[in-house]
């Protein structure tokens, strides 16, 4: 009897049916739990293009924390999070006010510190404290306290200062704590180059890319197999490709694929060749809605200009001739390059070759051309 729940998860943050690919990461995370304080793996950056995976990896970071009885607190990098985080972890902790209260003194501040506004300047030591009190109790059931913080790249530098500082003076006390922080690769340039911010730079660097066609191949498979499903060998292979290894486009593609076959199911629980092709279909304009076009909202308009002049191509671009196309010099056309190679949005071929990084983001382009041009001309 076939399923009528779709497995599939082609959302952002959704953890799919299979984890396809992230062996090696996971198992860096593991051995650094196993080996105890001081290990590499507990304190690592997870960094990748959007869609590539990065949520459900800390999510599953999380799961394999609270397995081992660790605390996991998850929390995004926006505005103030430091301050979330000392909310979460005073209101889980009993004993932390008794702990924490004789050794800050802090003008005005009556309130309880689950409640107060910690100023910046102080934070760095109130999270340090907040966080030491909290391992207090979970090191004496021999457990330790995982924290993650994604969409890294989105904070603010006081929080990110006092995070860096809290933690990092807890490992070198040999605690029993993992941090993993994840975001674009932007975070490179914004953080890692920071003086005050050195020790995220030993954190332990995992670039999270492409999943190999192969193992989207099997797992494909075997999701639709869970399902009572089947796959004609050419509609595999077409589903397979149209994925190019990306993470959101593998859910996608699965889903709506499922989805025609979950429809015909009474008449063949096979997924056809026309199927493949209808489901990439779909597949493509949710990729569009979802990632192309929230992705090219976040450019600049001369950062747009340079990815019209590169989609001209039906393959990689030229460096200088995309600086002809847009009527500039190279000298400017390559500042617009570096960013966009930091975006991840491109990538660097060497020899004065450029590629875009995100699948189907050409075609995107030229479909939407017009719009993007008019849109950008507006945005001078
Ligand atoms: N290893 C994987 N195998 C299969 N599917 C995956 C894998 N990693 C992520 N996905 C799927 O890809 C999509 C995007 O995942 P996720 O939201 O974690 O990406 P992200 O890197 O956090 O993106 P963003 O930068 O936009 O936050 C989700 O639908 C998720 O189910
Ligand atoms: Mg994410």
Do not use: C
């Not at 597949?283 to 747009?304: F, I, M, N, W, Y």
């Not at 020899?351 to 479909?367: H, K, Q, S």
């Amino acid at each position: 009897m076939a399923a009528t729940t779709n497995p599939f998860k082609p959302t952002a943050g959704r953890t799919p049916p299979l984890l396809i690919g992230r062996e090696s990461v996971i198992e860096d995370f593991e051995e650094g739990l196993e080996n105890g304080p001081g290990a590499p793996g507990r304190l690592m950056r997870v960094t990748g293009a959007r869609g590539v995976g990065k949520t459900v990896l800390l999510t599953e970071f999380g799961r394999i924390a609270k397995a081992r009885k660790w605390e996991v607190i998850d929390e995004t990098a926006s505005a103030g999070f430091t301050q979330r985080l000392l909310d979460r972890l005073t209101a889980s902790s009993s004993t932390f006010s008794a702990t924490i209260k004789p050794t800050i003194t802090i003008p005005g501040l009556s309130a309880s510190l689950g409640e107060a506004r910690i100023s910046p300047n102080i934070m760095p030591l109130t999270l340090r404290e907040a966080i030491g009190a909290r391992l207090d109790v979970l090191e004496k059931k021999k457990a330790g306290l995982l924290i993650t913080i994604d969409e890294a790249q989105a904070a603010e530098r006081d929080d990110i200062v006092a995070i860096a500082t809290a933690v990092q003076h807890l490992i070198r006390e040999d605690r029993n704590i993992a941090f993993v922080f994840a975001g674009l690769p932007s975070i490179a340039s914004k953080w890692l180059n920071d003086e005050v911010l050195t020790f995220l730079r030993r954190a332990q660097p995992e670039q999270l890319g492409d999943i190999p066609l192969y193992a989207v191949r099997d797992a494909l498979e075997d999701t639709f197999t869970q399902s009572g499903f089947t796959f004609e060998d050419k509609a595999l292979s077409m589903a397979v490709d149209a994925t190019e290894g990306y993470p959101f486009m593998i859910q996608l593609v699965g889903y709506h694929i499922w989805r025609l076959v979950n429809r015909h199911r009474d008449r063949s629980t096979s997924a056809s060749e026309q199927d493949a092709r209808d489901g990439i279909s779909d597949a493509l304009s949710r990729l569009g809605d979802t990632v192309h076009g929230p992705e090219l909202d976040g450019l600049s308009a001369v950062d747009k200009t340079y990815l019209l002049a590169m989609a001209q191509d039906d393959g990689p671009s030229s460096t200088g001739a995309i600086a002809e196309r847009m009527g500039k010099t190279i000298n400017y056309a390559n500042t617009y390059r570096t960013r966009l190679i930091e975006a991840q949005v491109i990538k660097d071929l060497g020899y004065g070759l450029v590629d875009f990084a995100i699948p189907y983001l050409r075609e995107y382009l030229r479909e939407h051309a017009a719009f993007i041009r008019l849109s950008t001309e507006s945005q001078r």
